[in-house]
């Protein structure tokens, strides 16, 4: 098995050893072989257990207290702090401002400072963030709480994506990037319920419900910080779950990722160059600030949309809320899993992108409410499995480490331009039909369909030329650095 040592560069032939033991070992059906599969499958079956679930309970708290703003505004926040015009929407857009800032340099560093570090330290910090905004009296209190949240969960999700890239080979990165997506479209059940249960509480202490909301959200929240900074490992050889033999077998997996990847340990200024000429990076950052845009517009505002839109009751705009969710985080689910288990990205995503913008051309027709309820659930289930899988694309198909790291900043800083748009394109004054906002994010959606067709071809070319050298007999210049363009590694489309 080829191993990089000393934080070299793996040779070619290196390499073509790599990957022709990794096809032997998927293809060889001696005892030993299944034995070694066997005992792999289980240590990932134990990753699920302790890795992922951590992850995505992060996930699921951070949309909660960033989305909580649209639930506060149905409940009567807007009146309670003298909201005027597009305050809330410009509460909701400077929330990702900071939000992108945030995200590109964390993708470098986080991995140095390490997640064991990072991580609990930004999930205390926001909590804290979060839990303040139930006191805010203005416009002013709330920008300012929305700037820190901004800045605080802008650190997460680079983190977390990089984390999971540490623990898992890229042929199993899809799921587990899903997972943190189903988390996403889970904490808009979650967050209907809690808001739910806390209409009841209106009141309570002389306080509104909403404040309330913000209260125990944040509560929540700080006191997953605590328990990260057990259950968040500094690297699998320290991990509490893992025995020796476990150990052993995640040094294997290591190996064959950094032989495969070029794996280096250490980012440098060459690696971001790398990934920022690389016009893969910034293909798939445009098509995120599309689908983000959908994503985020439709999460933060769908109460109101249902409140407003639909013209249903507060209470029911709370709860309605609840299935659409859960409906988007099974699709993505099983969306991901077939993504994974048939090695595609490309399908997935343009056979459901057209299903969300029939859902959006049916909530701004002049059809029955009860016909726009159900548009929502069609609108879910394009809306996380296509925010989700394009991440997924690009991340397995970047090499090595520290270009994946960048590619992976260029991808989220663009993503939340988005974030920005999506706070904006809801206005109330475009109440109850929301023109804007859904014709808005139905031509996000054709215009993301459309890239993914133009990014495959990206990849259909360069795997040609792959191919072509290969057959030509290429030798690497060992001088230069190994990257996901040397023909040796394949792209997963």
């Known amino acids: 098995m080829a191993y990089v040592h000393n934080n070299e560069m793996p040779s070619l032939a290196d ?4 990957q022709v033991q990794r096809e032997y070992f998927e293809q060889d059906e001696s005892p030993s072989v299944i034995e070694a599969r066997t005992k792999e499958a289980k240590l990932v079956r134990k990753l699920d257990c302790f890795v992922a679930p951590v992850m995505m309970m992060l996930m699921l708290i951070s949309y909660l207290d960033r989305g909580n703003i649209g639930f506060a505004a149905t409940q009567g926040m807007t009146d309670d702090i003298n ?3 597009s305050q809330l929407n410009t509460s909701v ?7 992108i800032l945030a995200e590109f340099p964390t993708s470098l560093l986080v991995k140095r400072l390490q997640f064991n570090r990072v991580i609990p330290t930004i999930t205390f910090c926001w909590g804290i963030v979060c839990l303040c905004t139930g006191f805010v009296q203005n416009f002013a209190g709330l920008v300012t709480t929305r700037i820190f949240l901004g800045f605080f969960e802008g650190c997460l999700f680079p983190s977390m994506t990089l984390f999971l890239c540490n623990w898992y080979t890229r042929e199993e990165l899809g799921v587990r990037v899903a997972y943190l997506f189903i988390a996403s479209a889970l904490s808009g059940a979650f967050g209907g319920l809690i808001a739910w249960a806390i209409l009841y509480m209106d009141g309570a202490a002389g306080w509104a419900g909403w404040r309330w909301l913000y209260i125990i959200e944040g509560c929540i929240t700080v006191v997953w910080a605590a328990c990260c900074i057990y259950l968040v490992p500094k690297n699998y050889e320290t991990a509490y779950f893992l025995n020796a033999e476990e150990k052993a077998i995640m040094r294997q997996r290591a190996e064959r990722t950094e032989a495969y990847s ?16 690389d016009v893969k990076s910034w293909a798939h950052g445009l098509i995120q600030i599309a689908v983000v845009t959908i994503l985020y517009g439709f999460g933060t505002f769908l109460p109101i949309i249902i409140k407003d839109g639909f013209q249903y009751s507060t209470v029911q705009a709370q709860y309605l809320v609840i299935p ?3 409906w988007g985080a099974i699709v993505y689910a099983v969306g991901a899993y077939l993504s994974d288990r048939y090695r595609t990205r490309f399908w997935p995503l343009v056979m459901m992108a057209p299903i969300g913008a029939v859902g959006y051309a049916i909530v701004i027709s002049p059809v029955p409410v009860g016909v726009r309820y159900f548009a929502t659930y069609l609108i879910s289930t394009a809306c996380f499995l296509c925010t989700g899988g394009n991440i997924t694309w690009l991340s397995g198909n970047c ?10 900043g260029i991808l989220l800083t663009l993503t939340n331009i988005g974030g920005v748009v999506s706070g904006q394109i809801y206005q109330s004054k475009t109440a109850p039909h929301f023109y804007l906002g859904h014709g808005w994010s139905l031509g996000c959606l054709v215009f993301a369909w459309c890239g993914w ?3 495959r071809s990206i990849y259909k070319k360069r795997e040609a030329g792959k191919d072509r050298k290969l057959a030509e007999g290429y030798v690497r210049d060992q001088a230069t650095m190994y990257t996901d363009r040397e023909p040796d590694f394949r792209y997963v489309i």
Do not use: C, T
């Open 453 to 455: 067709w133009i990014v």
């Open 15 to 18: 390499e073509k050893q790599s």
């Open 399 to 408: 090499a090595p480490d520290g270009k994946r790291a960048a590619s992976l």
């Open 83 to 85: 909201l005027e015009g």
């Open 262 to 277: 070029g794996g280096q340990g250490h980012y440098g200024m060459a690696d971001i160059k790398e990934a920022a000429r």
């Open 324 to 326: 659409v969710n859960i």
């Open 93 to 99: 857009s400077v929330f990702y401002i900071f939000y």
